[in-house]
């Protein structure tokens, strides 16, 4: 076999094999975004999430004859926001269309969307798959309205109509077909979800349905033409994203290998079959007759107004973990780990400033996210300020205490509270480094064991045992490193 044959054949392959070969999967995905606002799009109404039924409903959500929309001024400014976020074109002129359909939850029987000129145009978003970067291009972003919820098992005979989202502000922001596995489109919903949330555009908390993802899928033996795609509609976790697409492609593969090809349809995925089932054959846009809306006119921003925008965007994701690579000196998946969440980020930074980065990294990343992984907690509800954790790493950094000592203190802090310095001085924590103790501590375990001081003079590879001894004996308060000194001296190592 050449080397450049094994090379290729231990690199990770995003390929599926089938009985005729190996075939490529191609996703696209339309991720609906609910647009953190207190208002919806179109009117005053709020948008607070579990209310009563029907109880935030003006009669513009609820199609009233002669109600006229209004644009909420905010939701215009989060769309453009998150356009600058995705690297995108932000249109400055941009219409407001009637896509037309009947349902019992949408009362004025259209949604007010955009179709041929969105907010926002192209962009890209950077993901990292197993350590390798991808750029998936993004199509679009435009704003439209959310419909009512249609309830129905409530009663056996009846089906309620809840319009509390009834005109609840989305963006919809549309890939390009350019996600080849389940991991890559789970990385970009879960990339775009950072961003959003840094930006403060989205809550993205997909269990509420403030998230929710349309996902295209097709197959194609590599090199050819795109296939046929199939969309499975509303998918609402990470998870079922991966698996809807990893059911679906197979489906795909295995009615082409039978001689069949694939209907262009809406397909739901049923988590509990771990299945996708047809929902409809898909409609296309002239089944839906948009026109422009004749109630809103164009929406026109000045240039000025989205550089305001711009100037006031928040650090992102990609940005802040270049800078925590350049300034604390991490590793990409530290980093990567840190900015994933916001609030995790500014936690890691309050506890490096002025510390050692890497240090400081892997206290918050495995001790501190451990335990709160553990104890299922948000950071935000973290019982260990970043300032406690910064002491217990000053307190490693000068030696004052040894790292085993330091997971000792680590629970004390994390239960009881307290400043981290106080309770070492307290409760005598201190590392041993004064050389007469430790002397002492090495003398006693060595005097007390005469047959094995005779095997360590033949294999020094027994120095840890009486490392790990002289640790003991003292609590585990002796400075590991001054303890090998003297043992050396001592065994004539
Ligand atoms: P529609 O609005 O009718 O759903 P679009 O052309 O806007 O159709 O595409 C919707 C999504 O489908 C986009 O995310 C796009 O990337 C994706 N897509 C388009 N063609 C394919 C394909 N052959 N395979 C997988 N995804 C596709
Ligand atoms: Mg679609």
């Known amino acids: 076999m050449s080397s450049s044959k094994s090379e290729a054949a231990a690199k990770p392959s995003n390929l599926i094999s089938g ?31 579990g209310a009563e039924p ?10 009233m004859p002669g ?56 962009g890209k978003i950077e993901i990292d798959v197993d350590g390798e970067a991808l750029t998936v291009g993004v199509e679009r972003l435009h704003l439209e309205q959310d419909a009512g919820k249609s309830l129905h098992d409530q009663h056996p005979d009846y089906s309620y109509v809840d319009l509390n989202r009834s005109g609840v502000a989305l963006m919809e922001i549309v890939s390009k077909p350019d996600m080849r596995s389940a991991k890559q489109a789970q990385a970009y919903v879960t990339k775009l979800r950072t961003i959003l949330r840094y930006l403060g555009t989205c809550d993205g908390d997909m269990e509420k349905g ?24 509303n998918v609402n976790s990470i998870r079922f994203i991966g698996q809807a697409i990893e059911v679906e492609a197979r489906r795909q593969i295995e009615i082409i290998e039978d001689g069949g090809k694939i209907d262009q349809e809406t397909r739901l995925f049923d988590p509990a079959r771990g299945e996708t089932r047809s929902m409809r054959s898909k409609e296309e846009a002239h089944d839906y007759r948009y026109f422009p809306d004749p109630d809103l006119l164009p929406l026109e921003l000045k240039q000025d107004y989205v550089d305001g925008l711009q ?7 990609d940005e802040k973990r270049s800078r925590f690579m350049k300034d604390f000196g991490l590793s990409a998946y530290d980093a990567n780990v840190l900015v994933a969440e916001r609030p995790s980020a500014d936690y890691f930074e309050q506890v490096a400033q002025g510390r050692d980065g890497k240090l400081a990294a892997n206290w918050v990343i495995n001790e501190l996210f451990g335990r709160l992984n553990k104890e299922g907690k948000d950071i935000a509800a973290s019982p260990m300020s970043a300032d406690q954790l910064g002491s217990i790493v000053d307190l490693i950094s000068s030696n004052a205490i040894s790292g085993k000592i330091a997971k000792d203190l680590f629970e004390i802090v994390w239960s009881e509270g307290g400043d981290p310095a106080t309770i070492v001085e307290a409760r005598g924590m201190k590392q041993v480094t004064d050389t007469g103790a430790l002397e002492k501590a090495v003398d006693d375990i060595i005097a007390a064991n005469p047959d094995k001081v005779e095997q360590a003079k033949a294999k020094p590879s027994m120095l840890g045992w009486f490392v790990g001894q002289v640790m003991k004996g003292t609590g585990g308060k002796a400075n590991p490193a001054a303890v090998n000194e003297i043992l050396k001296q001592k065994l004539g190592i």
Not at 217 to 224: C, I, L, Q, Y
């Open 210 to 233: 403030n998230l929710r993802a349309d996902v295209n899928v097709s197959v194609r033996k590599p090199g050819t033409e795109l296939g046929t795609r199939c969309e499975i509609k």
């Open 19 to 49: 009985d005729t070969g190996d075939w490529e999967v191609v996703i696209g995905l339309e991720v609906h975004a609910q647009v953190a606002s207190n208002a919806k799009l179109f009117s005053g109404a709020s948008t607070e999430y």
């Open 54 to 63: 029907n109880s935030h409903v003006s009669l513009v959500d609820a199609a």
């Open 67 to 122: 109600m006229l929309p209004v644009i909420n001024r905010e939701c215009v400014a989060q769309a453009i926001r998150t356009g600058l976020g995705l690297n995108a074109q932000v249109n400055l002129k941009s219409i407001f269309d009637r896509k037309n359909y009947f349902y019992p939850d949408l009362p004025q029987g259209y949604q007010i969307s955009q179709y041929k000129q969105p907010v926002v145009g192209e």
């Open 311 to 317: 100037q006031h965007l928040p650090e992102l994701p």
